[in-house]
């Protein structure tokens, strides 16, 4: 009995070795998949992607040999050792623009700003981001690419002042009515920085292809950056000199000769006192 039950686990055994031996010769193996290129990372939410060194602020206490320390909840509280520095508990926070932000600059700009701005308006809105080492990374290359012409350029800071500014500006031009004149752009641009104060170069300036030769209402175009064009209405009209300083005094002493000095009102005669009898 004993050697019938040997013989039986032994085929058992040697069937279930052929199972496996089958099993191995005909499972096939799947080809090696190819590697894909991971895409680059987008814009990070987070300060820093980083690893960073902390410590407990409080001490835990040594507990008794085979035991674990009982840790409470000051336990938890953590300060920076070691990685990106953090914010200051106070102050202005550093972030980086993702769009076009009034006031504050463009996209890629790095500015300093209330942390009640950055965390309750400009972060959830997703205007800006934290200048993270990959953030940077992201921005910096869109300015490579900028530079070399291969991404569209976008208005400056200054720029977009300037275009706001430009928007409700209106132009007077004085011309003198003893000679014969004829409007151009260096003329109007030396009008724009003397009345507005923009600098404009001649090339960046168009104006209405009939010549301009006497008063009247015009307009003129202004190009800022290559970028935003800008319609100004333009008044040209009769140049005065302004008067001088000297010339203002010399009229205001002449008035007060015309008006004459003011003549003193006559005072009362002072009362007398009774001769005694």
């Known amino acids: 009995m004993l050697r019938a039950g040997a013989e039986r686990a032994a085929q058992g055994l040697g069937l279930r070795r052929g199972v496996a031996a089958a099993a191995a010769t005909t499972a096939v193996l799947p080809p090696p998949q190819p590697r894909i290129a991971i895409p680059e990372r987008g814009l990070h939410r987070s300060p820093t992607l980083g690893t960073v060194v902390v410590e407990r602020w409080w001490q835990v206490p040594l507990a008794a040999e085979g035991r674990k320390p009982h840790l409470k909840a000051r336990h938890r509280i953590y300060r920076l050792v070691e990685g990106v520095p953090t914010h200051p508990p106070s102050g202005e926070m550093e972030l980086i623009l993702t769009q076009s932000v009034e006031e504050l600059g463009v996209r890629g700009d790095t500015v300093f700003v209330k942390k009640s701005l950055g965390r309750n308006h400009l972060l959830p809105q997703g205007l800006a981001v934290y200048p993270s080492p990959e953030n940077k990374r992201i921005f910096e290359e869109e300015n490579r690419l900028r530079q070399e012409g291969k991404l569209e350029k976008i208005q400056t800071k200054m720029g977009e002042l300037t275009v706001k500014f430009l928007k409700t ?91 004459g000095p003011a003549s003193p009102s006559p005072s009362p005669p002072a009362p007398t006192e009774p001769t005694p009898q």
């Open 169 to 259: 500006a209106r132009l007077e031009v004085g011309m003198k009515n003893n000679v014969v004149w004829e409007l151009n752009p260096e003329i109007v641009c030396r009008h724009f920085f003397k009345n507005l104060g923009v600098v404009l170069a001649p090339h960046t300036l168009r104006l209405p292809e009939e010549k301009i030769t006497r008063w009247g209402e015009y307009w003129c175009e202004v190009t800022v950056n290559g970028l935003d064009t800008i319609r100004v209405p333009m008044s040209v009209v009769n140049f005065e000199r302004p008067k001088t300083k000297r010339r203002k005094q010399w009229l205001a002493r002449q008035q007060a000769l015309l008006q």
